[in-house]
């Protein structure tokens, strides 16, 4: 049959349902949520992120470690949805994507907390657990937030986290770092996330209160969410993960399974490895 008078190559069209079945079929076997295959982004002539490779599955945690510069802040926009990559390709669940606002990664199943912290200080917790998507109840002109059903929702869904709360009613801001960070881990495990972005939990924290943080991070893991925790930690990212992925200005440093190193590996790494001990011996001659 002639592809042109039968309006398209029969060959090609095959091919490309073979590709699509195949990448989905990858994906599935592989049981990834998210997975990124040879992700680059550009910013004009910069290169922020070039030939990164990641898989987030579910009741794992994946940990991203880089120092400042290393492209970690990039990696966090691209899977939240606020930028889009230039390079390689973006699945969600198989299923090739190009995410065009944080608002539909949400939809997605896909929710980062930032090391800000989205919260109003001087309104209760409460308030805060439900900012953005709170219920109501009555109708017209008698239509009211229901308060009595956010108050009972979010003690009973912190403490189903273990985060027993003195007060739901106490302004958030009241709070400690690590209790506002795992209020937040909890709001997203409740509004249904698949995937949990942490963009540097403990970073601002003392030992006890990052303490605090990593056993609510486990705690998510421990309900089946896919966690990635972007960290510059290589001991909290220990404690914690199954899986290392190192950033390296902008490119991949490596990338591990918790069986595959030690603890004193991921620190050489993280600390420069051959680098770092070429400098000493250049300080030793000196």
């Given at each position: 049959?002639?592809?042109?008078?039968?309006?398209?190559?029969?060959?090609?069209?095959?091919?490309?349902?073979?590709?699509?079945?195949?990448?989905?079929?990858?994906?599935?076997?592989?049981?990834?949520?998210?997975?990124?295959?040879?992700?680059?982004?550009?910013?004009?002539?910069?290169?922020?992120?070039?030939?990164?490779?990641?898989?987030?599955?579910?009741?794992?945690?994946?940990?991203?470690?880089?120092?400042?510069?290393?492209?970690?802040?990039?990696?966090?926009?691209?899977?939240?949805?606020?930028?889009?990559?230039?390079?390689?390709?973006?699945?969600?669940?198989?299923?090739?994507?190009?995410?065009?606002?944080?608002?539909?990664?949400?939809?997605?199943?896909?929710?980062?907390?930032?090391?800000?912290?989205?919260?109003?200080?001087?309104?209760?917790?409460?308030?805060?657990?439900?900012?953005?998507?709170?219920?109501?109840?009555?109708?017209?002109?008698?239509?009211?937030?229901d308060v009595a059903h956010m108050r009972r929702t979010t003690h009973s869904e912190l403490l189903r986290m273990g985060i027993d709360l003195r007060d739901v009613d106490q302004p958030i801001g009241t709070l400690s770092g690590g209790e506002r960070q795992s209020v937040a881990?909890?709001?997203?495990?409740?509004?249904?996330?698949?995937?949990?972005?942490?963009?540097?939990?403990?970073?601002?924290?003392?030992?006890?209160?990052?303490?605090?943080?990593?056993?609510?991070?486990?705690?998510?893991?421990?309900?089946?969410?896919?966690?990635?925790?972007?960290?510059?930690?290589?001991?909290?990212?220990?404690?914690?993960?199954?899986?290392?992925?190192?950033?390296?200005?902008?490119?991949?440093?490596?990338?591990?399974?918790?069986?595959?190193?030690?603890?004193?590996?991921?620190?050489?790494?993280?600390?420069?490895?051959?680098?770092?001990?070429?400098?000493?011996?250049?300080?030793?001659?000196?």
């Amino acid at each position: 049959m002639d592809p042109e008078a039968g309006g398209g190559d029969p060959m090609s069209e095959t091919s490309t349902e073979t590709s699509t079945e195949t990448s989905a079929g990858q994906a599935e076997e592989s049981g990834a949520l998210v997975e990124l295959s040879d992700v680059s982004k550009f910013y004009g002539n910069i290169r922020a992120l070039e030939g990164i490779s990641l898989q987030v599955r579910p009741g794992e945690i994946t940990c991203v470690l880089g120092d400042n510069g290393a492209g970690k802040s990039t990696l966090i926009k691209i899977i939240s949805g606020l930028h889009q990559h230039d390079g390689g390709s973006f699945r969600i669940q198989g299923e090739e994507t190009r995410l065009a606002s944080p608002r539909e990664a949400l939809d997605r199943g896909i929710a980062t907390v930032y090391q800000d912290l989205a919260v109003v200080p001087l309104m209760p917790v409460w308030r805060n657990f439900f900012l953005g998507s709170e219920p109501t109840t009555g109708r017209g002109p008698l239509r009211r937030l229901d308060v009595a059903h956010m108050r009972r929702t979010t003690h009973s869904e912190l403490l189903r986290m273990g985060i027993d709360l003195r007060d739901v009613d106490q302004p958030i801001g009241t709070l400690s770092g690590g209790e506002r960070q795992s209020v937040a881990i909890a709001r997203a495990v409740h509004f249904g996330a698949k995937v949990l972005v942490l963009d540097e939990p403990t970073a601002a924290l003392g030992v006890k209160q990052s303490g605090v943080v990593l056993k609510y991070v486990a705690a998510a893991r421990d309900a089946g969410l896919g966690v990635v925790l972007i960290t510059h930690n290589p001991h909290h990212a220990y404690l914690v993960g199954d899986r290392f992925v190192l950033l390296k200005r902008g490119a991949m440093a490596g990338s591990y399974e918790k069986a595959e190193l030690e603890l004193e590996e991921l620190v050489r790494q993280m600390a420069g490895g051959s680098e770092l001990e070429e400098l000493s011996h250049e300080l030793e001659r000196g």
